[in-house]
């Protein structure tokens, strides 16, 4: 787990303790958080390194960089573009949705245009502790 939920209470308590027995953090997470959801925002992703790394393969990496250069219309478009089946491909794109990579724009009808929403993903891998890290940067917006 690369960062803990809990209360305002549990987090003071917690901190107390490691006062006491700095021990107490070693397994602990380093980053807390109220909720998931204030966690995904902030981190920008809770996919966790393993996962990050199968997603970004080198056949992922280029359907990434196909979707900035030919700006797809559509997820069907994108399958035509990229030679993949639309269905392997919606996975594909809901996994990496999830990973906080790409989002949808909706376009005509019931069209879903693929589109990137991070420019850098950054691993932080603990190779002796539970403290690796993913983080999704997204560009600022202007």
């Not at 380093?30 to 966790?48: E, I, N, P, V």
């Not at 979707?67 to 996994?95: D, G, M, Q, Y």
Request: a positive charge; aromatic letters at 4%; zero cysteines.
């Amino acid at each position: 787990m690369t960062y803990k939920t809990g209360t305002i209470g549990e987090f003071m308590k917690w901190t107390k303790r490691v006062v006491t027995e700095p021990a107490a953090a070693e397994d602990t997470p380093k980053r807390w958080f109220d909720s998931d959801a204030t966690a995904a925002q902030t981190l920008g992703t809770t996919t966790s390194p393993e996962a990050m790394v199968k997603l970004l393969s080198e056949e992922n990496l280029e359907l990434l960089r196909l979707i900035v250069k030919a700006k797809p219309s559509s997820v069907h478009e994108l399958a035509t573009l990229a030679h993949r089946k639309e269905s392997n491909l919606s996975r594909t794109l809901r996994k990496l949705r999830e990973a906080g990579i790409v989002d949808f724009e909706e376009g005509p009808g019931r069209a879903r245009a693929p589109r990137l929403t991070a420019r850098r993903v950054t691993l932080e891998l603990d190779l002796i502790g539970p403290g690796s890290v993913v983080s999704v940067e997204r560009p600022t917006v202007n």
